[in-house]
Every structure is written in C-alpha cells, then in structure tokens.
C-alpha cells in the first residue's frame, strides 16, 4: 500500500487527486494562508515618521537571503511532516520546527528593521507588517497543534512555551529589535511600561479574588437550594449584558457621591473614577462564570457517591471538603479560568476611566494614531490572557485527573 | 437485633410507608421483598436515618436511633447500595478506608484491615489496593462496595439492592459471596431487592412489602407454601415457578426414608429435593440411596416423598 491509501482520506474518487494527500490538514491549510500572505503583504512597512502609515515591503526584500530561506525551508519541512504516516515522535519533530520557526520570524523582523532603518532618516519607524503577523500566527498554530497531537504532558507543554519564551527574552535583551517602531515605543516609556503591566496584573487580582470569595460561597448556597437559582442567576445575567463602558458610567455617580459623602473613603483613593469603580465592575462580571461553575460542579457530583457519603456517616462539612469539592474541582477551575482571562481582557478598558494599566497605552495609542503604541498596549494583554489560559488549563486538567 | 414499631412516613398525601412494624432478629438474613414504590427502601433508609420517619420507633441493638447522632449511628452501621456509590476520585484503598479513618483508627490497623477484605473478596490486594474504581469492571466494583460496607466490621449491614446493575453470572457469584460471609460471620443483614429468586436465594426472613405496609412476614418456605394474599401469590410467579423454588429450598433430609435402602450413587442429606429430582430424571430412576456429610448411609429417598 502506499502512503496515500493509508491517508484518512483515500476515500476520494481518484479521479480529483494529484499527488499524496496529507494526514494533517491543519498544516497544508496554514501553509497556503502563509504563501498567500508572503506574496500579497509586507512583512515589515517602513514610514518616513512616527504617525504616518507606512510602505509594505515584502519578506524576501525585507529580510536577508540566508534567513529568508531558512523560513522557507522551515515552512516546507514542516509542509512536508504533514505527509508522514503520524505517530507520537513525528508530532513532536513538527512542534519542534514549528517553535524554531516562530523565534526565526522574530528574529528575521528584527534584522529587516535594522537593515531598513539604518538606510532611512532617524525619524523613519520600521512596523511590523502584515504577512509578519500571519507567518508568526501559522507557525504557533502549527507548534500548538502538533504539541495538542503528541498528547505531551503539563511537564512538557510548560518546558515548551518556557524556551520560546526565553528565546525571546535572549534577543530583546541582545538588541535585536531595537530598530522596531515598536520597541522604540517601548524604550521611551520603559518605567510607564513596567509599571502599566504591573497596575494590570493588580486590577486583574483585585477583582478575580474577591469575585472568587463572592461568588464561590454564592454557587454552593445555589447549588443547596435550587429555589436560589432562579433569581440569582437572573441579576448576574442581567450584569453580564450590561456594556462594560456602560458600567464604568453607571458606577461613577454613586461613588463619587459616596466619596463625598465620606471624605475618608475619598482619601483612600475611592471615587468615580481610577481603580475603585474598575474593580467592581471587573469583580460583577466575574460573578457569573464563578457562580455558574460552583453549581454546574457542585449539582454535577454523582449522586450515588454523595448518598454513600451520608450512609456511611461523614458529616456535611466531611461530605463537602472530601467528595464534593474534589469533584466539583475540575469545573471551579474552568470557570476561574473563564473570568480570569476576561478580566485581562476588561481592564484594558477599564484605562479610560483612569485606572491604569495596559489599555492606557491602547487610548493614547488611539488618541495619537499611533499603531504601534496601541500594539504596546494590547500584546501584553493578549499575552497575559494566553498564559493565565495556559497555566489554568493545566490546574484543571490535573484535578480532572485527581477526580476522574 | 432491629425493632420496628408503628413507623409510618409521609410524603405529601402519600403514605409510603404506613405504620409498619418488623422485629429482625439477630444474625438473620432479612430481605425486604415488594415492587418499585412499596416503601422497601424508604424503610431500609430510615434505620440508617438516611430518611426521617414520621411516627413510630425504631430499635437497633435496643438502643433508639433518633437518641444517636445520624453520624455516629451510620458508623456503626454497613451501607452497600446498587450504583455503588465508590468515591472515583479516591483509590481502592481509600474507599474501603472510608468508615475506619472516619473512626479514628490508627493507620496500620486501617492498612491491615484492607488487606483482609480484599482478600475477604478474593481481589488481590497488591493488584487492586491502588487501582480506581473506573478501573474495575462492575462486578469487582461491587465487591469493593460490599468490602467498604464491612470495613469497620459493623453488626448491622444494610444493602438496597446492591446486585440490581450487574449481569446475571456476576449477581449469582456475589450472591454466593455476601451468603458465604454473612453465614461466616453470622451479621445481621437487612438487603433490599425486587428480584424473587434472589430473596428465596438468599434469605432466612422475608417480608414482603407493598403500598408501605407488610404484607408477609416470614421463613421463604412459607412464604411459597402459603401466600397470604393474591398479591404475594402474584409476586412470587404463580405455581409453577413456586414448585421448583419450593423443591430448591427443602433438604433430602426432610423427606429421608431412614433406613431404607436404595441402588446407585448416593445424595447428600444435604442436597435439595430439587438436586434429588434432577439425579433421578438423569438417571432414570425413582429411588437413590441418602449419606450424610461424612458418607455414612442414612437411608433412601424417593420420587413420590419428593413431591409428598
């Protein structure tokens, strides 16, 4: 037999199929999407100044030939590891790839961007450019998808993103990306950086805590009494669809009358705006999913080993800490996970009514047309989120583990 | 060993059980017999005070059991039920471990206790002792469940229909199983099933419940040669069913002719009328000569006393 009959997809009349087909379609279709990109967009633009946008200038124009062709051949050795009969060490030699890939493209737009600025004005900004974003995106895709394949293990999958993330950290530390609008965007505000991601990750525990302290307590009396349900479910729904702008205006009249109303409250920084009402507003929209999971895990306990914890005599507070909470654990966790990287998420909004963090560089990025500092803003924030998804998803497959 | 007295339960207009009263005694096998809502398990419940009762008392080892804390009073008693209720998240060991370590007891003794119950149950503790319960096929889950209701070595053990989900080989085994421990260690089992050939199989008292009341209440003998009502008559399958369980459940012994004498292979006094009648159908005889346990002759036995 040859390759192609052994493929998934030997079912198809003969008559439609030139060559061998793939045993992954994932790769072949991020493939083309890359060719695609490569020959219609730039891989970095170049701009006479800050605020203007700028010239596309494609990859193989942008970056030197040695790397330029080591991309490409990348691309094809990992095109070609999707026509391999799979088996576990395929998958990890396609992720291995795929990652070498993804720090090749960041390294390749820091050379095109010191190659294109040292030929320009000192004015000139070197941005990022589209078929960059789409080859980086494709790789990752690539690298997750065949990490997912190989079925590799929480040890792994951290070691993995842990040398993606050092390899990075080894260039910028190295200057590689200096020459970027981005990184100069960065170097003029490094401190303001510094502190916004640290203001970020504090908005985000501020709220997620105290909704987990909230909310945990609320889904285990729901989950008690069913007649709660209804009604309980009903206000934080109602929470849910109210615009987080919206709540952010709805919350600054009270406040602020209540600042005023008593000065020391005031003077510990509440009011109308800045952090106070971001916090709450985070901390209500938390509520749901909290409160949802908490009875979905709780209500989700077999109730065969819930009656056998009674008949055998643990008390109630032995039934919950042993048996149901265990079991509960897999959904709490998911459900931490769900708030927590959509509190990353709304505290970038969170910016414009004055409580800092990541989004005050998303607005003024918006106030000044400036691309690149708004991406200041938001890759940080996007990179919050991936990692809290990560590291959550991880807890919750461990637990499920513990309470299969 | 249990007193029920005038216990009667209430759910809305409905009275599940209606002032019902049973004295189990002792070391007995009491099987609590009847269709889906006669109360049988409403009332198995209410001796662990899984379910409240609305009137009346109930005794176990003469001591009251609304006078002992619910949880105490489950410690002491065994609780085995048809899903098994096995704790997935916990390891064989562990769940066998449930009621010793609420008990208190030091963990070597837990530890040995283990041991002897898996081997109580014929799974080999160093195979089984780690495994989880998904690991086990259901038979072998329901051991554990039955070992985890004998592990603090309870007097009183309560089971609602713990056969009811495994398939017929694996119910006759464990059957055989629970009926070889409770006769070795001679507990006070309480078993609720809807199946009448397990009660027939398996008990010493049967009560036959319907609508929450008894409606019989007696040795499974009697129970088929005289029906109190049309219904029990109706539950335990007509006459002819009832012949064959009533020649299962008489020993040679009883129809023995002492001292007669008889040709070929002989029966144990042991042996039931029905084994009797399936030696002579094979053996196209009507008359086989009856040993006791150690083979001395004690006489003969024939078609005619089989169905006397």
Not at chain 1, 88 to 108: D, K, M, N, Q, Y
Request: aromatic share 6%.
């Amino acid at each position: 037999m040859t390759a192609a009959a052994d493929s998934p997809f030997s079912k198809a009349p003969d008559a439609f199929s030139f060559g061998p087909r793939p045993y992954n379609l994932v790769i072949p279709v991020l493939f083309a999407v890359s060719v695609a990109a490569v020959l219609a967009t730039g891989f970095v633009a170049i701009a006479p100044n800050r605020l203007v946008s700028g010239r596309p200038i494609g990859l193989f124009t942008a970056a030197s030939l040695p790397l330029a062709a080591t991309i490409a051949g990348l691309g094809v050795m990992l095109l070609a590891t999707a026509f391999v009969p799979p088996r576990p060490s395929l998958h990890r030699v396609t992720a291995i790839i795929a990652g070498a890939l993804v720090l090749l493209l960041l390294a390749t737009s820091g050379e095109a961007a010191t190659t294109m600025a040292s030929s320009a004005t000192g004015l000139a900004r070197v941005s990022l450019g589209a078929s960059f974003w789409i080859l980086t995106g494709a790789a990752a895709l690539a690298a997750v998808d065949a990490v997912q394949r190989a079925a590799a293990g929480p040890g792994e999958q951290i070691a993995a993103i842990a040398i993606i993330a050092a390899g990075f950290a080894a260039m910028a530390h190295a200057g590689v990306f200096d020459a970027l609008s981005l990184a100069r965007e960065y170097q003029a505000r490094q401190t303001l950086f510094a502190t916004a991601l640290l203001r970020h990750i504090v908005l985000v525990v501020a709220a997620v805590a105290p909704a987990v302290l909230i909310g945990f307590p609320l889904g285990v009396a729901a989950a008690r009494r069913p007649g709660w349900q209804g009604p309980v479910f009903a206000v934080l729904n109602l929470l849910q669809t109210v615009p987080s702008i919206a709540l952010f205006g709805l919350l600054l009249v009270p406040l602020s009358a209540l600042a005023t109303a008593i000065p020391t409250l005031g003077a510990l920084g509440i009011g109308g705006v800045g952090a106070a009402p971001a916090i709450i507003a985070l901390i209500l929209y938390a509520l749901l999913p909290i409160v949802r999971n908490t009875v979905a895990g709780l209500t989700g306990v077999d109730a065969a080993a819930f009656d056998a914890a009674r008949g055998m005599g643990m008390t109630p507070r032995q039934r919950f800490w042993q048996v149901e909470l265990p079991l509960a654990l897999p959904l709490l966790l998911a459900g931490l996970r769900i708030v927590t990287v959509q509190a990353i998420g709304l505290a970038v909004v969170a910016a414009l009514i004055g409580a800092g963090g990541l989004g005050s560089f998303v607005f003024q990025g918006l106030g000044q047309y400036a691309a690149d500092l708004v991406l200041l803003g938001a890759l940080p924030a996007i990179g919050l989120a991936l990692l809290a998804n990560f590291l959550l998803q991880i807890a919750a497959g461990l637990a499920a583990r513990q309470s299969r | 060993m249990i007193e029920i007295e005038g216990v009667s339960k209430i759910y809305g207009d409905r009275r599940v059980v209606d002032d019902l009263s049973l004295s189990i005694p002792e070391g007995s096998f009491c099987v609590f017999l009847g269709p889906s809502g006669c109360g049988k398990s409403t009332t198995l419940r209410m001796i662990n005070r899984l379910v409240p009762f609305d009137s009346g008392t109930i005794r176990v080892g003469g001591d009251d059991i609304r006078q002992i804390r619910p949880e105490a009073l489950r410690r002491r008693i065994g609780y085995a039920i048809q899903s098994t209720g096995l704790f997935p998240h916990w390891r064989i060991q562990d769940n066998i471990a449930t009621v010793p370590r609420l008990l208190g007891w030091p963990s070597q003794r837990v530890r040995d206790r283990v041991t002897e119950l898996l081997e109580l149950f014929r799974l080999d503790p160093e195979t089984y002792r780690l495994k989880f319960p998904q690991q086990l096929s259901g038979g072998e889950q329901q051991r554990v469940g039955v070992a985890r209701a004998l592990a603090a070595d309870p007097d009183l053990l309560l089971m609602d229909e713990p056969f009811a989900a495994v398939d017929p080989i694996t119910r006759a085994a464990l059957q055989g199983e629970i009926l070889r421990i409770q006769r070795d260690t001679k507990k006070t089992v309480v078993f609720v099933t809807h199946d009448i050939e397990e009660a027939l199989r398996l008990a010493t008292d049967i009560a036959v419940l319907d609508h929450g009341r008894v409606v019989q209440w007696g040795k499974p003998v009697e129970l088929l040669e005289h029906p109190a009502n049309e219904f029990v008559t109706r539950f335990v399958g007509g006459v002819d069913a009832s012949a064959f369980s009533l020649l299962s459940l008489r020993k040679v012994a009883e129809r023995l002719q002492p001292g007669a004498a008889a040709e070929g292979e002989p029966l144990s006094a042991d042996a039931s009328l029905r084994d009797a009648l399936a030696a002579m159908t094979a053996r196209h005889v009507d008359r086989l000569p009856v040993v006791d346990a150690a083979g001395q002759p004690l006489g003969a036995v024939t078609l005619a006393d089989l169905v006397r």
